[in-house]
């Protein structure tokens, strides 16, 4: 069964950069489909970034594309989000989550059936 934890979050300052990394002590593997969502103060959750099974597709929001890279290594059972350039609106809690659905992109919530518990990621100006 998935489970999964992100860790990696922190403070930094703009245009700063962190990786953030979603390991599964399930131990799944390549079997599901990976996001990042991330959600701010008083906002919905929104995507931010995914990837395949395989690594082959990778999705971003028009907000980190060129600043932000997901990737993820099957063998160790981890995805990363390398986030380069931060902003002050890049400021919310970040989660993992994992989907078995096996379309691209997976870019809504409710297509994630895994999550896990988030990690802070402050940005100050």
């Known amino acids: 069964q998935v489970q999964l934890a992100e860790s990696g979050g922190g403070l930094v300052q703009a245009g700063g950069s962190l990786r953030l990394s979603c390991a599964d002590s399930?131990?799944?593997?390549?079997?599901?489909?990976m996001g990042w969502f991330r959600q701010a103060p008083g906002k919905v959750r929104e995507i931010v970034a995914q990837i395949s099974r395989v690594g082959l597709s990778k999705y971003y929001v028009d907000s980190v594309k060129g600043r932000f890279t997901i990737s993820r290594e099957n063998a160790k059972n981890t995805v990363y989000l390398q986030m380069n350039r931060l902003k002050p609106e890049d400021t919310a809690v970040y989660y993992c989550?994992?989907?078995?659905?096996?379309?691209?992109?997976?870019?809504?919530?409710?297509?994630?059936?895994?999550w896990g518990q988030g990690t802070q990621v402050t940005v100050s100006s």
């Open positions: 399930g131990r799944t593997g390549g079997a599901y489909a």
């Open positions: 989550a994992a989907a078995s659905a096996n379309y691209y992109p997976i870019i809504k919530e409710s297509e994630y059936d895994y």
